[in-house]
Every structure is written in C-alpha cells, then in structure tokens.
C-alpha cells in the first residue's frame, strides 16, 4: 500500500470510517466565517485610507508613509525621499509598466532589482487597513525578489485598493487562480532572534517607505 | 541525540545550575509574555477569535480525509507535486531523492518545526548536501553546533555575547561592533549570496489552503521569500494537520497565532505559495513539491484525548508562560518541541517509555492552557500521559512503592494523625526560626531552598481541641 493510502486508510478509522457529505462540510466551513466582526479587531472611525496611513505609520509597524494626489507625482517623491536620507540619486524599479513609464528625469533608474541594490521602487496591488500590509500577487510585472533584496524599498499604492480587513482582501480574490507568491509584506524585515530584541533590516529591506495615490489604479 | 541519552534529571540539573542559560531564558521569554499581554488588551475579541479558531481546527480535524483530498486536488492542478510520508524516515528520504533528483550542491532552508520533527537537517548532512540555514536562529544554531531549543526563538539560549563570538569565527566580513544590529548585519552579509545560488530550497508551512493547494509561511526577516524564490526547486514538509479550508479561514487563525507567538498583530511576511512559477513570471521555482506527513499524527486522531492536541498552530505561549520551561529551557526537554506542547508530542513520536519525565515536568498551574490560542487542554493531556505511565508500569519502583505506602496510610485516618504527629514533632526538632534547612528524607528539597516548619499542632488536633471546648 502507498503511504497515501496509509495515511488516508489511518485517518478514516480515526474518523470511524463515517461518509463524508461534500455539501455538509462546505456549509459547515462558510458557517465558520460568519460574524467576522465578532473576532476581528476593530478599526478606528474614518476614513479607510486615514486608518490605514495610521497603522503603517504606528510603532507596531514602523514604516513611513505620504500621500500624493498623481501617480505623475512619484518621481518627486522619491526623490524627495532620498535626499532625506542622504541616498545617491539611483533607484530600481519593479518592471511595472506604470512606473516606467513615469518621467525619472534627474533619477538614474534600473529596470529591474538587483541584489546589492539599495533602493527598490514598487506598486502593491492592495492596502490592508486593519494590519498596515501591502499586498503583491507574483506576475511578469511583479518579481518577488524587487520586495525583499533592496535595502529601502518606496512602494506605491492606490487609494482605491485599500482595503479595510485581511477578509475584504481575501473577498476580492475568491474564485481567482492564485499566482505563484502572493506577499502580504508590513513594514520592513525584522528580527527578535538575538534575545528577543528587534532589530531591522534583518534580510529584507530595513526601510520602507509607502506612498499613497490618489487616482483610480490601472490594475 | 547525544542529550537524550542522559536522564532528564540530570539535563535539569544542569540547565538549573547554568546562570547564562537562565539571563538568555528570561530575556526573551520574558519580552514575549510582556508583549503578548499586551496585544491582549489592544484586541478585546481574542475570546470570541480563540473559540472561532478551536472550532475551525477541529471542523479541519473532523473531516481531515476530505480536506486532504480536497488539498492534493488544487496543489496538482496549480502545478505541484504532491508527496506523502508516513514517518518522519521516509519524510526525509522524500525530500533528500527530490535534492539528488536535482542534482543540489547547496540546500537553502527556511526554519520549520516539521524539518526537525523529521529529522530533516541531519539526513541532508548524511547525504553531504550543504545546508544553509536562512533563518537568523537556525544560523545560530548551526553554527553553534546544537539543536533548537524554542519554536519560535530556536537560539533563544544563546546570549548576545555568545552569539558575537560565534559570528565572528564564522563569517566572512564580521561584525566590528558590539551591538545586536551590527551583528545581525553581518549575518545578512554572510548569507545573502548563499540566498542567490542554492539549487534547492526547503520550507515548512504554517498553513496548507485546502481551497486553492496553496501552502503559507509566516515569518519576521523575509528570508523565506529570499530562500524560496530563487532556487529551481521549492520542497514543502508540512504536517496533515496544517490544513484549512480556505485563506479566510487562515486569516482568522493568523491573527491568533502572531499575537501569541509575539505580541505583534501580523508577522511583516505573510506568504501563500502556489505552484511552481507561472508562464512569464521573472522568478520563482521551476517544481514546486509538498510533502505531506503524518509521522503519528493518525495515532493521535485515534485517541479521544490527544486528538485535541492536533489543534496545535505551534505558536509557543504555552512554553513563554511556563514556570518550569522559563526554568530549565528547551533542551531539557530532549525532544523537538520543548515545553507543554512538547510534554504532551514527545511521548507520541518517541514512546512514553523514554519520555515519562516530561509530563511529570508540571505544576499543573494551568497558565498554558489559559494562553493556547486555541484552547488545548494541555494539563489533561499530560495528566492522560502521568495516568499511561502509572498504568503501564513506568513508574518507578521507588515511586510506586512510595505511593502504596501514602495511599495506605492516607486510607487509614488513624495511622495518618499518628504519621503527622511523629512528623511534627521530628521537623520541629529541626527547625531553627521556623525553617528547616536541612533533614535526613529532605535532603532533594533544601538542596535548593529551605523548608517552613510545620506549625505545633496539625489541623485536625486543633479542630478536636475547639470541639471538646464546646
């Protein structure tokens, strides 16, 4: 016998051999999701885009964040960034076509992320109020590695697809074929492995910085 | 292991009289059970969540068979390979041909209980694969030449200075200063261009999505996307009972899991894998392999009592408030998973006979069923293992005989008050301010700490005495 039906065999005399009833264990698992608010943290009143700059602005997550009211406007902004924290004037881009097809002037820009980059610019797909987390899916315009091999990673992000919960997030893509990765990422890589004590920039990113726009993504 | 040779006992014994052991226990256990308390208060529904999560986990349980099947059918159909494994042994070897298969000079691999479980670092080393840990704690241990002693904190009995010394040895470019940033930089260093040139990585998971055959780890670093994303091929160990239904379901027993593991609300990676790469992505694995492992996890389907422990999301609270784990640490233990968790699975994988210590490890106080995320009786559950080895015949010859002696005795109340009558007077001969600091019987006691003198009279000669008067 192969250990699949072992195991299988083992698992259903466990279970006293009863039917399954597809039907029943689906209605059962749906059951299970009802009432989320019962056990889900709440969010602070207002608007979702506030809640969510708050949270990924809070020490829990300790990113930073700015708002900008054009996608056009983002070149400024990292730019502004860099020089804020005294970074040369060079930044790699996740090969998205929305970013590059941003005017970079004065910026020398890579079209892809490399492993001793210091900079990585990106756009997450969606926002998550309640945990402050960027969602990425994996696709030709999203490389895993651009959101864990630079040192300081800007992301943008789309007013319109912030979402308030982890569930609201999981709701848009029900029925979807998922992608290879999908990475909730909230803020930057971290360890307490050295007497619990947290340390930044662990082997992801140390920095990263979430930038806000106001139009409707061209997703 | 060389550990579990010597006695429980005796590994106690010297875990106690070991003061650095202690500073490193109490300072991340310590910094854990602050944190959590205080993730508590910032989420007033944990009640409502963690009786939400029992019931989702023992819904999975319940219909295991169908969410397995229902889990092999989407992983296949996303693309992956699907293994089964009875034993830890054959887990092992499925994962060790699978790296030959590919031809793996260099082995990257992300922390996972299951990995140890199955003795999975060791069979890679037989096989002369290199294996490099990508976790910061697994590093440590690696390079300490050890095994994990916590399951989320694996190197927490290392202290700062230990581990300066051992990257220092280690690395290529070590650290210069002496602060826990400058080192975990040079850790971050050292492994980066190992990340990049693996052939072969290996992950656990801390959920497996029925819904889509979607696997999901967690953790702090990102060294697990760094692991998994470049090598060709991506192994998954993972214990049957890890599935979920679907990632709303997940999401639901994540927020339980990172506020008891560390008092953060969400890990910063949280990662759901699916299949090898897709057509036009510019990385991820070419195969993509889950293998699914049972390693005695059906036995515990089959027992009333146990059954519950395959509830466990091993986010480690129960050991971080344990009086004796934050006493004697994680190796004392001797096996995988230290702590209650622990007392409770060692027996399952290596026999009550060789592991009845565990369970009497306990004061029965009850604050790690009280922190369980999802609510296991981890008291019983040891009582259950305490009643087997009585049953059994385990026990000792000594404590058996002992407890004859005290199940007469306490059976008869008159031969009892004439014991404690004896008693009394005999530690009182003893006692000086009213604490006996030493006595023949009492010598395993005031070892370590002095012992109140019984007051003049025992309760029930002052009770009679009151009777009388009135």
């Not at chain 2, 019983?380 to 015949?393: A, I, M, Y």
């Not at chain 2, 005795?409 to 007077?425: D, E, F, M, W």
């Amino acid at each position: 016998m192969s250990a699949r039906e072992t195991i299988l065999n083992a698992v259903r005399a466990g279970l006293d051999n009863r039917k399954v009833d597809a039907e029943a264990v689906r209605r059962e698992a749906d059951a299970l999701l009802q009432d989320l608010d019962a056990v889900r943290p709440e969010l602070p009143a207002g608007a979702l885009v506030d809640a969510f700059i708050a949270r990924v602005t809070s020490p829990k997550v300790a990113a930073t964040a700015e708002r900008i009211k054009d996608v056009n406007e983002l070149p400024a902004a990292v730019r502004r960034y860099l020089d804020l924290h005294k970074l040369p004037p060079s930044v790699a881009l996740q090969p998205a076509a929305v970013l590059k097809n941003l005017s970079w002037h004065g910026l020398e820009t890579r079209g892809e992320v490399a492993a001793d980059d210091i900079v990585g610019v990106g756009i997450a797909r969606w926002g998550i109020a309640e945990t402050g987390s960027l969602v990425f899916h994996s696709n030709p315009e999203t490389p895993i590695l651009a959101n864990f091999l630079p040192l300081y990673h800007i992301v943008m992000v789309h007013e319109s697809a912030i979402v308030a919960f982890l569930d609201d997030y999981a709701a848009v893509v029900v029925g979807q074929r998922p992608p290879r990765n999908v990475n909730l990422i909230t803020g930057a890589s971290g360890t307490t492995d050295i007497e619990g004590s947290l340390v930044l920039g662990a082997h992801g990113p140390a920095h990263l910085h979430v930038v806000i726009v106001k139009d409707t993504p061209e997703l | 292991m060389q550990e579990a040779t010597v006695s429980f006992k005796a590994r106690a014994e010297r875990a106690l009289a070991d003061p650095t052991l202690k500073l490193a226990i109490d300072r991340t256990t310590g910094t854990a059970e602050r944190k959590r308390a205080v993730a508590m208060t910032q989420f007033p529904q944990f009640e409502a969540a963690r009786e939400r999560g029992k019931r989702i986990k023992d819904h999975v349980i319940a219909n295991l068979d169908h969410y397995l099947l229902e889990f092999e059918r989407n992983a296949i159909e996303s693309g992956a390979k699907v293994h089964w494994a009875s034993t830890a042994e054959e887990a092992s070897q499925i994962v060790v041909s699978l790296c030959k298969q590919a031809n793996a000079k260099r082995v990257t691999r992300v922390k996972s209980m299951l990995g140890e479980e199955i003795g999975l670092p060791h069979a890679l080393d037989e096989a002369g694969i290199e294996r490099v840990e990508t976790d910061l704690a697994e590093h440590i241990v690696q390079l300490g030449g050890d095994r994990p002693s916590h399951i989320v904190w694996p190197s927490m009995h290392r202290t700062r200075e230990q581990v300066s010394d051992m990257f220092k040895r280690a690395h290529r470019v070590p650290h210069q200063e002496e602060t826990i940033e400058a080192m975990v930089a040079s850790a971050r260093r050292e492994l980066r261009d190992k990340f990049l040139s693996a052939d072969v990585s290996i992950s656990g998971a801390n959920f497996l999505i029925a819904n889509t055959g979607a696997t999901c780890t967690v953790t702090n670093e990102g060294n697990a996307e760094l692991t998994t994303t470049p090598p060709r091929v991506h192994i998954v160990t993972a214990g049957i009972e890890k599935l979920v239904p679907s990632i709303e379901h997940a999401f639901l027993m994540l927020r339980l899991l990172v506020r008891s593991a560390t008092g953060a609300d969400v890990t910063q990676y949280t990662t759901f894998h699916c299949g090898p790469k897709q057509p036009g992505d510019r990385d991820g694995p070419e195969e993509f392999h889950i293998v699914l492992v049972d390693n005695g996890r059906t036995r515990m389907l089959r027992d009333a009592a146990l059954k519950e422990m395959l509830r466990c999301i091993r986010c480690g609270a129960c050991m971080n408030h344990c009086v004796v784990f934050r006493q004697l640490g994680g190796h004392v233990y001797g096996g995988t998973y230290p702590g209650p968790m622990g007392a409770v699975l060692t027996p399952v994988f290596d026999g009550l006979e060789s592991s009845r210590d565990l369970p009497h490890a306990c004061t029965m106080n009850g604050k790690c069923q009280e922190v369980c995320p999802v609510a296991i009786p981890l008291p019983t559950l040891l009582r259950g293992w305490r009643d087997r080895s009585w049953r059994e015949g385990l026990e000792p010859t000594a404590a058996r005989f002992g407890l004859s002696i005290h199940t007469f005795v306490a059976s008869h109340p008159r031969l009892y008050r004439l014991g404690t009558a004896i008693a009394i007077k005999v530690m009182r001969l003893f006692s000086r301010g009213g604490l006996v600091r030493g006595m023949p019987g009492l010598g395993a006691w005031t070892k370590h700490r002095d012992f109140p003198a019984p007051a003049r009279r025992s309760f029930m000669a002052m009770y009679k005495n009151s009777e009388n008067k009135r």
